[in-house]
């Protein structure tokens, strides 16, 4: 697994494993330090509250290995529909057979005519406005 360095000291898998979704897949975390995947993704939300409880056991006596992000401050509202009908799950990221195959992916290099290609069929999001509102920052900065 390429490694990639993040920040001024740390160093990353190219393929880090999203927690999120996970509650007993200690055997995925397993496979995919197996594989060099030394980056894991994890949230407050994710169960809510419980992820961050199951990637601490799953990295117990050897939290060494691992590279943890987290979040935190994000809320989850199952009535609140302004995250649209295009958010679902990604397909392979929840079964510890898959994650070999999408570890894979890694080692894709696309020229640039694929990659313009890719952009023709998904271009890329285009963001406008505010990320973050003033009385968020105010917030955030006191």
Do not use: W
Not at 28 to 34: H, M, S
Not at 61 to 89: E, L
Not at 105 to 122: G, K, R
């Amino acid at each position: 697994m390429k490694k990639r360095k993040l920040g001024n000291n740390l160093e990353v898998s190219t393929m880090g494993l999203g927690c999120m979704g996970m509650s007993y897949a200690y055997g995925a975390i397993d496979r995919a330090l197996e594989l060099g995947v030394n980056f894991l993704d994890t949230a407050d939300m994710y169960g809510p509250y419980a992820n961050e409880k199951l990637v601490g056991k799953a990295l117990k006596g050897r939290r060494d290995k691992f590279v943890v992000a987290t979040k935190f401050g994000i809320t989850f509202d199952p009535t609140d529909s302004s995250q649209g009908d295009d958010i679902v799950p990604i397909p392979g990221t929840k079964h510890q057979k898959y994650i070999e195959q999408n570890a894979g992916a890694v080692d894709v290099d696309l020229t640039e005519a694929e990659l313009n290609d890719i952009n023709a069929i998904f271009p890329p999001d285009v963001t406008s406005g505010l990320r973050y509102t003033k009385d968020f920052m105010k917030a955030v900065n006191g």
